[in-house]
């Protein structure tokens, strides 16, 4: 079945088939959970999942800049002259096997 529904000025063309029988009993389940409509069980599935996936997006960058700040303060307690790459020497052999 397809629906138009108006969003932004325009009308839209709106419909899903599920075909695949683990995905249908999926939602049925977590329909069942919440006491709610197929429809609003997977929009509540999606949207859950989204923000999840920005939320992991900003969690890594803010990881990322922690890691980075603290390898500055490493850089800082190790002194001037030293480099990442003699941190890493003292670290790995020649293979690049833990010493």
């Given at each position: 079945m397809v629906d138009l529904y108006r969003g932004y000025g325009r009308f839209h063309l709106m419909g899903l088939n599920i075909k695949n029988s683990e995905t249908e009993l999926l939602i049925r389940e977590l329909a069942e959970k919440l006491h709610c409509s197929l429809t609003a069980a997977v929009t509540d599935a999606v949207r859950t999942r989204l923000s999840e996936l920005d939320?992991?997006?900003a969690d890594r960058k803010a990881e990322a800049r922690r890691l980075l700040e603290m390898?500055?303060?490493?850089?800082?307690?190790?002194?001037?002259?030293?480099?990442?790459?003699?941190?890493t020497d003292e670290l790995y052999d020649e293979r690049g096997l833990p010493k």
């Open positions: 939320g992991s997006e390898w500055g303060e490493l850089g800082a307690m190790l002194g001037p002259g030293l480099t990442s790459e003699n941190f």
